[in-house]
């Protein structure tokens, strides 16, 4: 089983920024993959951004050259957000992709959310 805290939404003003951080702990789990997805108000979640075990990330095209992924050796993964804007509003969600061991079993987990708000 896999624990997912999410921590570092808020409210800020267009053109500001904003880290999200979180962190998976548990056992018996290795991780393929991490990201962050959002839902703004009456609509489908989206992919914002995810990172590989080997490092390869991805980007929605609304946040590239705004938003950064990372993640350390610890299991925790980042989210760095510059120059916001109003229609980044939303909840947004921590995402992992991991295979149990020893079964070798495919899990996906989902953080619980945290709200992002951006003031025009």
């Known amino acids: 089983q896999v624990q997912l805290v999410e921590s570092g939404g808020g409210l800020v003003q267009a053109g500001g920024s904003l880290r999200l951080s979180c962190a998976a702990s548990?056992?018996?789990?290795?991780?393929?993959?991490m990201g962050w997805y959002r839902q703004a108000a009456g609509k489908q979640r989206e992919l914002v951004a995810s990172i590989t075990s080997g490092g390869s990330t991805n980007y929605a095209d609304s946040v590239k050259g705004r938003f950064t992924i990372s993640r350390d050796n610890a299991n925790t993964v980042y989210l760095q957000m510059n120059s916001l804007k109003p229609e980044d509003t939303g909840d947004y969600y921590c995402?992992?992709?991991?295979?149990?061991?020893?079964?070798?079993?495919?899990?996906?987990?989902w953080g619980h959310g945290t709200q992002v708000t951006v003031s025009s």
């Open positions: 548990g056992s018996g789990f290795s991780i393929n993959a």
């Open positions: 995402n992992v992709d991991t295979t149990t061991t020893p079964w070798g079993l495919p899990r996906r987990y």
